[in-house]
Each structure stands twice: as structure tokens, then as C-alpha cells.
């Protein structure tokens, strides 16, 4: 979907905030290009119709530019006249910091959420494709590979990705020509982070020998949605007949094909239990 113009892309952030079904949003906001032209459309939206917008910045304290980031934040909300909440994360435990990142900035973002709002994030089609080769490095099931989708929910949140379907170059275009000012998270650039490395090393390198990549990828991860859906359409199905009074009855999943045992349990724990197994977990479980 490249080559809209800006009237384009508005009239897709439009649709996305309709069907998010809320008139009230929270932008996340970076300091760089994606979400500061997000916020910059939701402005213009949110001009002509009934919505109210915010926006939060979550300053991680790793980028050595960390700080110039916090005060373009500051003075884009300023100039729209856009309530800003700044939050920042002093330590998270190195051991898959990314991750543990992520999982901080969303508690702190969540905390700072009011019930009747959805969250705007900047994600773009880059980013999809970028995050299904990061899951797939490590291993994730189709749910896991189905990546993120315009309009999601995580702890009773409503997540609104205006952006998915639209690349970052067409993103950088708009942004030239509205004459948006941004700043690039230099951490951006630390190929020791796994995403950054695929970002920069492993994807460019895919584009030169695969042109239309970003269409492919999208099928790809479409299919992996639709077997996501299958799977926990036919595991709601087998509920009752597999789990009596709260308890998995062993010799009733037995019964079933042997593929279905790791799927269900899975789909079970986390549908009904609210525990999500981990890779390892699941390859340790032998009935």
C-alpha cells in the first residue's frame, strides 16, 4: 500500500479510529517520524470530529539522545496544544531487556489510560514484518506469527495500529512533505538488540533479492492468522467434552489426534487459566 498521499493515509487513520469504537485516544509517542505523524493526523481528525487526544511519552533512559527525544515531545504537544504525559523507566533486568522493556512501557502506558480510551501506536508494515521474522527466530507458534493487528486487545486495552498496512517510506514522504520535525532514537542503531539487528542487517538483505517482500510477508502472516483462529475455533469446540469440572481429563485429550495435546493445553492454560506457556514449558509437557 505505497505511494498514498496525505489525504490517503488520513482517511485510513479515520477508519481505524472508527473501528476501535472509542472517540477518546492516547498516542504513544517516541519522538520519531511514525508517531509524531500519527499524532500530527489524529490532531487534524480530532479538528472535525468529536474526539479527544492525548498523548504519552515514555522515556527509556538507553538511547544517549534519550533526553532530546523527551523535549520533542514536548514541544510538538505543545505547539498542538495536546495534554502530554511523560513517564520513564530507570531499570529493567538485562536478561532479554527488549522484552522486559516493552512489557514496562506498556504497565506504565496502561496506568496513565483512562477506561473510555484506545491506544494509538505508530507501527507500520515494516515493523510487522521485521516482528514476524523476530518470532519466528524464536520459535513462535501461529498465534505468535499471526504479529500485530490494526485493532487488538491486551489487559482490557483497546490498540489501535492505524499505520500497519502503510510503509515506513511512504510514512518518511508525508512527514517531508507536512514538514514534520522528528528525532531518530539513536539505540536504533545497537545491532546487539535482536530487532534492530534483523531491522538492519537481515531485512535489507531479503528486500535486494526478494522486490515485493512486504506483499508476501503480509500473506504470510495473514495465513498464520487464519490457522491461529482455526486452532482456537476447534479447541473451544472440544472444551467440554475435554475438561470436566476446571480439570483436563487426560484420557479424554487422548482420544484425539497426539498433534492436538500441546495446542490444547496451551489454548486451555491461557483462554480459562490465564497462564500462557512458554516454548520450553510446552516441549517439557509428555502425557
Known sequence: MDNLNHNQIREIVLKSLIKSAKTKFLVALSGGIDSILLLNIVNEICK?????????????????????????????????????????????ENSNIEENLRNERYKQIFESMYDDEALLLGHH??????????????GSSPNGLSCMQKISHRENKVLCRPFLKISKENILHIGKILNIKYINDSSNNDISFDRNYIRKEVIPKIKNKWKSINSVMDHNIQLQSDYSRLAHDYCNSLIKDIIIDNKLDIKKLKSHPIYLESTFIKFWLKNYVGYNLSKNEISQIQL
Open 48 to 92: 472535525d470530529k468529536e474526539y479527544q487526544v492525548r498523548a504519552i511519552h515514555i522515556n527509556h533512559n538507553i538511547s544517549k539522545n534519550a533526553d532530546a527525544m523527551h523535549n520533542q515531545c514536548i514541544s510538538i504537544c505543545d505547539n498542538y496544544n495536546i495534554q502530554l504525559i511523560v513517564k520513564k523507566i530507570y531499570k529493567v
Open 125 to 138: 508494515n515494516d515493523d510487522q514484518i521485521e516482528t514476524f521474522l523476530y518470532r519466528l527466530f524464536r
